[in-house]
């Protein structure tokens, strides 16, 4: 009896044997060496373009779909729910504000309706803030057929759900498992080759070939994410003696810039497979991992920064100084201790495109495991990296104003929103220093018609009196 | 392929409160959402502490009567209608619907939004605007920026200008006119006033 189930399952084994090969053959050839060499095909690019015009394609359906019955799709920047205004200066609102009251003013003074800034921007905050915003992925205003982004998207027909279903079943079914074993393959490859380059003797072929180890690795990390990179301005890469500083979205930032270049890594140090992962990492170049007691001690922080700064051959180091992750549609408050310390600043800003897969990491929403699932199961992490000149501390410039001014530098060149609020926000409440600077804003666009008009009143006193 | 936990009908009386706002229901979806995150211990109703909570709204000087307009005189929280119904004040212009027969004027209408202004000036909700309740936003407006003879005066210039009955109090109506023609001391009126005005004080 057993005898006759035999052949089937040797077919069986067969056909698996052959699709496995297949499989790793594949895998090899076009996504390892290409890594291992720093080549590319361009397949990622095709394939970004291809989806492009699918998401299009998609939207059209969608929008036919809403006009027949009658309805509009929600756009979160195009019809909001209240009548917003762009975010300008009080100044300049002030005087649209005058403006369209039709007054025949020379000069302002105080008018009445100028509570009606205030109301305005009173009301939009309540309806939607921008400190929560920026704790919240970023609204698209177009659906990429993944239904973690579908918040407003409702009219959706047979077309586009089979168009979906497909797209589930090539995420799930394909792009996944060979995500996920190139990840692997990145990982160990790196815990294995960083420790055997460690034990090395001579320094300079030591980092030299962890140079080399590392950035192999990442490449073929960068692949497990398909990650498509354009790296912006590479005149201004980060020197050694430097420290890079960059807007925070995601972990996945450090893969992405240590793709292109080696940095130091700053942070805790942890348990389990990151802390194994961090150990053999310093075995081949210098990163600082600080044990949890010492991260509350901020002058060893700071010594142990100015001590690895000073050291000319050790690689520029990489810090996030807001602190925390936000949701890049805007860049939170620098902690000014990376600032302190006396060298180089080299700012990058790092901008993802949020149509292929959203890469904000909302650590209260999910956990480090179900976030590297939900980036391997979209379509690919689509971002742009620009290299900012490098800047300086100059004479009479605080911390605080040299990290403000770093910031909105990133700021303006990724086309972020800059704002004065601490990422600490999460849990703190407001500074009252901010409603007086409102204030003071505020009595600028008065203040030098005031003492003006106190002089007029003096005079017709006068002249009344005479 | 539904996004959200809440649907339309968590939402009470949706439909009429579109009609009597405006809003479309996706807009009063999201409204809602933003309801329910307000709505931190989940009663069901807003709180003026969890307006407090928002950031933007703590830096604006005149935050807190803006939280106080959204509740009746005497109340202590404020349910999604009138939540919603007074942000319908604030409804762009351009999705104004055509509803059968109505009469009345839009709810964002300018006027509505002037009420609105006046509101926060008239605390005591007596209709008019005191020379203290002046003073009293002025202060919170400018705070420890200006003296308080520059206060004094700002506030004495305001009410000549708008007080056009002389009954030292500004009413709905003058504040509406003083929005329209703001002339100047000096520089010639389009506007008669009800009464001739003196020329300088």
Known sequence: ?466 | MGSSSSSMDHIPNAEELMQETGFSAAHLLRLYERFEFLDKDQTGELRPEDFGAIGGLALNPIGDRIISAFFSPGQETVDFPSFVRVLAHFRPNGTNRTRNGTQQEPVNSRTRKLKFAFQLYDQDRDGKISRAELLQVLRAMLGIQVTEEQLQSIAERAIQEADLDRDDAISFDEFKKVQQVSPHPQTPTKETPLHPTEGGR
Request: charged share 20%.
């Open chain 1, 1 to 466: 009896m057993t005898w006759s189930t035999f052949p089937v399952d040797n077919l069986l084994c067969r056909c698996l044997g052959i699709s496995i090969t297949v499989w790793w053959t594949f895998l090899f050839v076009f996504i390892i060496i290409p890594a291992v060499f720093g080549v590319s095909f361009g397949m990622r690019r095709f394939y970004m373009r291809t989806l492009l015009k699918i998401f299009e394609w998609a939207m059209l359906r969608m929008e036919m779909g809403a006009k027949e019955k009658n309805q509009e799709l929600y756009k979160p920047y195009s019809n909001g729910i209240i009548a917003k205004e762009p975010p300008s200066s009080l100044q300049q609102e002030m005087q649209e504000l005058r403006g369209s009251a039709g007054c025949l003013r020379s000069e302002p003074e105080f008018e009445m309706a100028d509570i009606f800034y205030f109301c305005r921007r009173g009301v939009e905050s309540i309806v939607d803030d921008e400190v929560t915003k920026c704790f919240s992925a970023q609204e698209l205003e177009s659906w990429n057929l993944l239904t973690r982004s579908n918040y407003n998207f409702r009219h959706i027909s047979l077309r586009v759900t089979v168009l979906w279903g497909f797209g589930v079943l090539v995420r799930y079914g394909v792009l996944l498992p060979l995500r996920v074993t190139l990840a692997v393959t990145g990982i160990s490859l790196l815990l294995v080759l960083t420790t055997l380059v460690g034990f090395l003797p001579n320094r300079e072929l030591r980092s030299f070939l962890s140079e080399k180890v590392h950035l192999m690795c990442y490449r073929i990390c960068v692949r497990a994410l398909t990650a498509i990179i354009t790296y912006h301005n590479r005149e201004n890469k980060p020197q050694n003696g430097g420290i890079c500083v960059a807007n925070h979205t995601t972990p996945i930032d450090v893969i992405i810039l240590a793709n292109d270049g080696c940095y130091s890594l700053v942070g805790q140090a942890h348990g389990g497979l990151m802390g194994m992962i961090q150990r053999a990492m310093v075995k081949s170049s210098p990163h600082i991992w600080f044990e949890r007691s010492e991260v509350k001690d901020r002058h060893l922080v700071a010594k142990r920064l100015g001590d690895h700064v000073a050291d000319k051959t050790k690689q520029p180091i990489l810090i996030f100084p807001e602190g925390t992750c936000i949701n890049n549609t805007s860049v939170m408050m620098f902690k000014k201790g990376s600032f302190e310390i006396a060298c180089t600043v080299y700012p990058v800003a790092i901008k993802y495109d949020p149509r292929f897969g959203d890469a904000f990491w909302n650590s209260s929403k999910f956990g480090m495991v179900n976030y590297l699932l939900r980036m391997m199961s979209s379509w690919a992490i689509v971002c742009s990296v620009w290299y900012l000149p490098p800047m300086n501390r100059e004479e009479g410039e605080d911390a605080v104003q040299f990290a403000n001014r770093v910031k909105a530098a990133i700021a303006a060149q990724g086309g972020l929103v800059d704002l004065i609020w601490d990422g600490g926000l999460k849990r703190t409440k407001v500074k009252d220093a901010f409603k007086e600077e409102q204030q003071k804003l505020y009595s600028q666009v008065l203040t030098l018609h005031v003492s003006s008009a106190l002089i007029f009143a003096g005079e017709i006193k006068h002249q009344t009196l005479c």
